[in-house]
């Protein structure tokens, strides 16, 4: 009788110890699977954005190249078939004519009195002055210092001068006077505080005798590069 109940004691003492061995093992799998789902909910989380980038400096140094427009305007003095030509004292006129160069990417040509005009030459309430004596007299043709020895390569030139009097500058008679417009599109441009373009561009055209002249513009010292290229790209 005691064997019986003996083995009976050790049966349940199996029993119960391997109950206790598969619920460790379910805890320990269940453990598992909970460190297992909060690593990947961190990693998820804590993943940095990813942006878009060069791929190395190179890519960057592409991007970054000026466009052939910009190469075009930098590099087309002697070789464009546009010139810019003006005639400035003050700068006001320098300064369209330096916005429709770099526009269009055409070369540039300054008028430079040989006998260059002094402060008291441009003494406009001076009678005596050089500019009044030279504007009362339409015969007048101030000597230019230099030329333009390539004349024969532009189809289109733009003519720029400040208003004297209501006309251009004699200086720009001799200009004129100078070259052969034959198959060339003239575009005259001026700027001045008040005065309009008055009669100084068909003036111009008649001294010339040659070249196709479309109307011309007259500007403000401070109009705007925008401006300018506005009416250039309307002619």
Known sequence: MKKIITLLLMVCMCISMAACGNQQEADNTASASDNTANEENQ?????PEVTEAPESSTEQAEVQEPSAEAETADTTEGGSSTLVVYFSNTGNTRAIAESISNGLG??????????????????YGDNNSRSTVEMND???????????ENMDQYDTVYIGYPIWWGEAPRILDTF????????????PFC???????GSSASTLEELAGSGNWLDGQR????ESA????????GL
Do not use: C, H
């Not at 990693?43 to 993943?47: A, F, I, P, R, Y």
């Not at 339409?138 to 333009?148: E, Y």
């Not at 004129?176 to 575009?187: H, N």
């Not at 500007?219 to 401070?222: K, R």
């Open 43 to 47: 990693s998820e989380t804590t993943e």
């Open 191 to 197: 700027t001045s505080a008040s005065s309009g373009m």
């Open 138 to 148: 339409p015969s007048a043709r101030p000597a230019i210092s230099g030329s333009i």
């Open 226 to 233: 925008e401006s300018v290229m506005e009416w250039v790209n």
């Open 219 to 222: 500007f403000s010292g401070s």
């Open 106 to 123: 055409a070369d540039v040509y300054e008028i430079i009195a040989q006998e260059p005009y002094t402060e008291a030459d441009l003494d």
């Open 176 to 187: 004129v006077e100078s070259y052969d417009f034959t198959d060339k599109t003239v575009v």
